[in-house]
């Protein structure tokens, strides 16, 4: 089965960003000159370099990036009904606080004007400036009420555990105005992407993602963020799936005896992931031995978790998109449509359509 | 009831507030605890990986509404696995990270007079080891396995 078959909800693609010219019509003029005059032509970083396979994948690379070509990949070719973008820009790596936020700015600006607005179909994530956490709530205030921007995004890799303090004005932000925070795979570099320091490849750094993902969960469970705001839910995007059951495992036994340490996680850490969280299917870093995805599935003990994504233009699958080998047919409709429904009501108001 | 017994394992003046009691029954080890005059039998063993309870630390119960309170709750009343920490509630038996499914058994434990105990012994219904003395005038401690 298609995921035109389901109506499918495809929960994470990405917006090609040009350059930073193309943010230029939506930057005080003091910012266009520094752009310009420091030649800041790109804001790519070494998670997602601009000719590397994984970036962009060949053939859709050929086709070019640009709206008609999601609109042709993701709507025409495989049938998905609606789409999130989650754009993958290094603003999250800018140091200079104000130039941060104004590119961050300008970005949700250009977002909303050259991709949202041609297509009532697309969503998109709020890209949010953890710079300053003032003018990250100003941003979330200033898009929360639009009806295409469903989430907000922050990179898994950034400058400190989420579940700090330091943040709970942002997610008190998220769970008034019912937008679950997206971590994306990603790392704004003000810190190696590994405890143990910098890597050197390409293949590390991409690897190590999940290790980012695992701290972030952690630290959003044991310092109570969801005791605190009941009503957070957070999405982890291009996450790997298969890590996850091993680290519910891992958590959910230490718990046990360190308990006290956090009094105010009065159960089961995987219970709590289970209830907050969601995690979009690709990549799924599994083998193609069905048995074994189905296994994974299984262990995570929930079929409200997975979130259908093709990760376009992504190199992770070649072909058509579809659902990971091994994920049984009867959780599709919940993976593709159901769950991303329940999660981002926004998107749910716009399928005027009986649901099959 | 029909298999269990009811044994004279110590005199009340033996088990003092706090520390806990290890004693043998029937093959099998029991930790005995006094809270305030209520005395409460463990089986000895965690259910997690089989440490001795009774080599743990006796504590509270920390809980919390929200994150940075810390309540502390029902001194005495929880001893923690000396293994891996796992908390068990004294009065139960049951563990505080998985109540309904991880517990170490309780056994009913009750004071009974040195006089009743002699009589108890007298009739076969109280069973002790056989060099234990009984006196009139001490209470003892009655488990039943």
Redesign the interface.
């Given at each position: 089965m298609t995921p035109a078959a389901y109506r499918a909800i495809d929960c994470d693609v990405h917006p090609h960003v040009p350059g930073t010219n193309v943010l230029l019509p939506y930057l005080e003029p003091h910012w266009v000159e520094q752009i310009v005059d420091r030649g800041i032509h790109s804001l790519d970083s070494i998670a997602y370099p601009p000719n590397a396979p994984l970036t962009a994948r060949a053939d859709f690379r050929q086709e070019g990036l640009g709206l008609q070509s999601l609109q042709r990949q993701v709507f025409d070719r495989w049938g998905a009904q609606r789409a999130i973008l989650n754009c993958l820009c290094g603003v999250q790596l800018i140091h200079n606080t104000d130039m941060a936020i104004a590119l961050t700015r300008a970005l949700n600006a250009w977002i909303a004007a050259e991709w949202l607005k041609k297509d009532d179909r697309l969503f998109a994530s709020i890209i949010v400036p953890m710079q300053d956490m003032d003018a990250a709530i100003e941003e979330i205030e200033h898009w929360a009420a639009h009806p295409q921007f469903v989430q907000a995004m922050v990179l898994a890799n950034g400058e400190s555990p989420l579940g700090k303090r330091r943040y709970w004005p942002l997610h008190r932000a998220l769970e008034m105005h019912g937008l679950p925070l997206g971590i994306h795979a990603g790392s704004s570099y003000h810190n190696p992407v590994t405890s143990l320091g910098w890597t050197n490849y390409h293949l590390e750094d991409y690897a190590a993602q999940s290790l980012g993902f695992q701290a972030q969960v952690a630290s959003l469970v044991t310092e109570g963020v969801f005791v605190k705001f009941p009503r957070l839910k957070v999405v982890l995007l291009e996450s790997g799936v298969s890590w996850l059951p091993g680290f519910i495992w891992r958590l959910s036994k230490f718990w046990r005896g360190v308990r006290r340490e956090t009094p105010w996680v009065d159960r089961p850490p995987g219970d709590i992931i289970r209830d907050h969280f969601a995690m979009s299917v690709t990549p799924f870093d599994g083998p193609r031995d069905a048995d074994v995805v189905r296994k994974v599935i299984d262990q995570i003990q929930s079929d409200e978790f997975l979130l259908w994504s093709s990760d376009y233009p992504h190199w992770q699958f070649d072909g058509d998109a579809k659902m990971p080998a091994g994920v049984p047919e009867s959780l599709y409709a919940k993976i593709m449509r159901d769950n991303p429904l329940k999660l981002y009501p926004k998107i749910a108001a716009t399928r005027t359509e009986a649901v099959r | 009831m029909t298999g269990r017994s009811r044994h004279v394992v110590a005199r009340v003046a033996e088990i003092a507030q706090g520390p806990c009691k290890r004693i043998e029954l029937a093959g099998r080890a029991i930790a005995i605890f006094n809270l305030g005059g209520e005395f409460f039998a463990l089986n000895d063993r965690c259910p997690?990986e089989g440490g001795s309870l009774c080599k743990g630390k006796i504590s509270a119960?920390?809980?919390?509404?929200?994150?940075?309170?810390?309540?502390w709750t029902r001194e005495g009343e929880f001893i923690r696995c000396p293994w891996?920490?796992?908390?068990f509630d004294i009065r139960t038996g049951r563990?505080?990270?998985?109540p309904r499914t991880m517990r170490t058994r309780l056994y009913d434990a009750h004071v009974e007079h040195g006089g009743d105990v002699i009589e108890g012994l007298a009739a076969g219904k109280l069973l002790a080891a056989e060099s234990y003395r009984v006196s009139v005038e001490d209470d003892y401690i009655i488990v039943e396995i």
């Amino acid at each position: 089965m298609t995921p035109a078959a389901y109506r499918a909800i495809d929960c994470d693609v990405h917006p090609h960003v040009p350059g930073t010219n193309v943010l230029l019509p939506y930057l005080e003029p003091h910012w266009v000159e520094q752009i310009v005059d420091r030649g800041i032509h790109s804001l790519d970083s070494i998670a997602y370099p601009p000719n590397a396979p994984l970036t962009a994948r060949a053939d859709f690379r050929q086709e070019g990036l640009g709206l008609q070509s999601l609109q042709r990949q993701v709507f025409d070719r495989w049938g998905a009904q609606r789409a999130i973008l989650n754009c993958l820009c290094g603003v999250q790596l800018i140091h200079n606080t104000d130039m941060a936020i104004a590119l961050t700015r300008a970005l949700n600006a250009w977002i909303a004007a050259e991709w949202l607005k041609k297509d009532d179909r697309l969503f998109a994530s709020i890209i949010v400036p953890m710079q300053d956490m003032d003018a990250a709530i100003e941003e979330i205030e200033h898009w929360a009420a639009h009806p295409q921007f469903v989430q907000a995004m922050v990179l898994a890799n950034g400058e400190s555990p989420l579940g700090k303090r330091r943040y709970w004005p942002l997610h008190r932000a998220l769970e008034m105005h019912g937008l679950p925070l997206g971590i994306h795979a990603g790392s704004s570099y003000h810190n190696p992407v590994t405890s143990l320091g910098w890597t050197n490849y390409h293949l590390e750094d991409y690897a190590a993602q999940s290790l980012g993902f695992q701290a972030q969960v952690a630290s959003l469970v044991t310092e109570g963020v969801f005791v605190k705001f009941p009503r957070l839910k957070v999405v982890l995007l291009e996450s790997g799936v298969s890590w996850l059951p091993g680290f519910i495992w891992r958590l959910s036994k230490f718990w046990r005896g360190v308990r006290r340490e956090t009094p105010w996680v009065d159960r089961p850490p995987g219970d709590i992931i289970r209830d907050h969280f969601a995690m979009s299917v690709t990549p799924f870093d599994g083998p193609r031995d069905a048995d074994v995805v189905r296994k994974v599935i299984d262990q995570i003990q929930s079929d409200e978790f997975l979130l259908w994504s093709s990760d376009y233009p992504h190199w992770q699958f070649d072909g058509d998109a579809k659902m990971p080998a091994g994920v049984p047919e009867s959780l599709y409709a919940k993976i593709m449509r159901d769950n991303p429904l329940k999660l981002y009501p926004k998107i749910a108001a716009t399928r005027t359509e009986a649901v099959r | 009831m029909t298999g269990r017994s009811r044994h004279v394992v110590a005199r009340v003046a033996e088990i003092a507030q706090g520390p806990c009691k290890r004693i043998e029954l029937a093959g099998r080890a029991i930790a005995i605890f006094n809270l305030g005059g209520e005395f409460f039998a463990l089986n000895d063993r965690c259910p997690h990986e089989g440490g001795s309870l009774c080599k743990g630390k006796i504590s509270a119960l920390t809980v919390s509404s929200q994150p940075g309170e810390y309540n502390w709750t029902r001194e005495g009343e929880f001893i923690r696995c000396p293994w891996h920490g796992w908390e068990f509630d004294i009065r139960t038996g049951r563990s505080v990270c998985d109540p309904r499914t991880m517990r170490t058994r309780l056994y009913d434990a009750h004071v009974e007079h040195g006089g009743d105990v002699i009589e108890g012994l007298a009739a076969g219904k109280l069973l002790a080891a056989e060099s234990y003395r009984v006196s009139v005038e001490d209470d003892y401690i009655i488990v039943e396995i």
